[in-house]
């Protein structure tokens, strides 16, 4: 076995699911951490979702992405702000969709390392299941819970 290299072992691309909650956010800037201290490729993804409710009324759905388009922007902006100040490599892409299945297939599609996303506050979640636990219980890459 040869010597063991600082900074080289850990993952070299990674993705990060953020809704503007203040779980994600500090999902996202611990992903940012990781990604900066190991000299990793970041992926921040921003899904929006559409709820079938919101399409029964008029402009419900325009309301609905116009918020989402709002919160997407902001993100943009602060990681635009990090950016700045220290040095990163990162991509932020923003779809519309079930976020399951957006953050799955990102993953897949850039053979992601690891996967970060923020722990659910939402009471339902556990019965169901939130984004995190489906991501775990998929078993295709480490996931990490951020309270």
């Known amino acids: 076995m040869g010597p063991f290299e600082y ?3 850990g993952p070299k691309v990674i993705v990060a699911g953020v809704d503007g909650s203040e779980t994600s956010l500090r999902a996202g800037a611990y992903a940012w951490g990781l990604a900066r201290r190991g000299s990793a490729r970041l992926i921040v993804v921003h899904v929006a979702q559409v709820a079938a409710l919101s399409t029964l009324t008029p402009g419900g759905a325009a309301a609905v992405r116009e918020t989402a388009d709002e919160i997407a922007a902001e993100l943009r902006r602060e990681l635009e702000a990090a950016s700045g100040r220290e040095r990163g490599d ?4 923003t779809e519309t969709g079930d976020p399951y299945s957006v953050l799955a297939r990102i993953a897949d599609e850039s053979r992601a390392d690891a996967v970060i996303v923020g722990a659910s506050a939402q009471a339902g979640h556990r019965l169901i299941g939130s984004v995190a636990v489906r991501l775990v219980r998929t078993g295709r890459w480490p996931v990490t819970v951020v309270p």
């Open 7 to 9: 900074g080289v072992d």
């Open 90 to 93: 990162y991509e932020f892409v």
